[in-house]
């Protein structure tokens, strides 16, 4: 068992939990070793602490033993992240752990869903004075029931002396997270725009080749950490 503080700073940890939190975490700790696997949870966690305690430079990260800032190995995290594989059991395991607890802190209200991201792409084009705006939506949402679903949704809008309006109604789907929606969470936002004549187009719909985790699904479990936090 880990039962002391330098033996969880050896375990890659930075804080040090304590009651019934410290026996899960010791329990998975040892079901992980004994597997031969790591902790996907537990690095989700340090990956807030370590932008936190880099003061959001992802070229630095905290070491667990040292407690020091060092540079990242981006080749050899990069390689990492290739090799591993969506845990989708602990991914949803965990979605529906932290959906029951937000449903738990408002006790008597109607629970609500949560957006753990939004994605956007705009297209505008422009002639003889009237406006023509195409815009797309997209919502990572947790349901109350601990589903991860995503809402896509498109409209567009005519501006024209000032005043605009909807020709038509707009359309909205609803899906389940699929592995591309998930990894979505591993990188930053590419933010795009480009104007070419009287057409225009801003969008952060798509990932950058930025990396901001060691594993791929960490992005979305510190999400998921993040809103429980926050909440």
Same mark, same amino acid.
């Given at each position: ?25 010791q329990d998975r700790l040892v079901r992980d ?27 630095? *990260?905290?070491?667990? *033993? ?13 390689? +990492? ?19 029951? +607890?937000l449903s738990a802190r408002t006790e008597g ?19 003889? /004075?009237?406006? #023509? ?23 567009? +809008?005519?501006?024209?002396? /000032? ?8 359309? *909205?789907?609803?899906?389940? #997270? ?6 979505? #969470? ?13 057409? #225009? ?31």
């Amino acid at each position: 068992m880990l039962t002391t503080r330098r033996e969880f700073t050896a375990a890659g940890l930075t804080q040090y939990p304590a009651g019934p939190e410290l026996e899960q975490l010791q329990d998975r700790l040892v079901r992980d070793k004994e597997a031969g696997t790591g902790n996907n949870l537990t690095r989700a966690a340090n990956e807030d602490q370590n932008a936190n305690a880099r003061g959001n430079d992802p070229d630095l *990260v905290l070491d667990g *033993v040292a407690n020091e800032l060092q540079p990242v190995d981006w080749a050899a995290r990069r390689r +990492e992240y290739e090799d591993s594989t969506i845990d989708w059991i602990r991914l949803r395991n965990y979605a529906r752990r932290v959906a029951a +607890e937000l449903s738990a802190r408002t006790e008597g209200e109607v629970p609500a869903p949560h957006v753990l991201s939004s994605r956007y792409w705009t297209q505008k084009r422009t002639g003889r /004075g009237i406006e #023509f705006i195409d815009e797309a939506r997209y919502l990572y949402i947790l349901d109350p029931d601990g589903e991860l679903t995503v809402e896509y949704s498109s409209w567009e +809008e005519i501006c024209e002396r /000032g005043t605009s309006y909807r020709p038509a109604a707009g359309n *909205v789907r609803r899906g389940s #997270f699929g592995d591309s929606d998930v990894m979505l #969470f591993d990188f930053a936002p590419h933010y795009y725009q480009r104007r070419d004549g009287d057409l #225009f187009v801003s969008t952060n719909r798509d990932p950058s080749k930025k990396l901001l985790v060691h594993a791929k699904g960490v992005g979305l479990l510190n999400a998921l950490n993040q809103l429980i936090q926050s909440t």
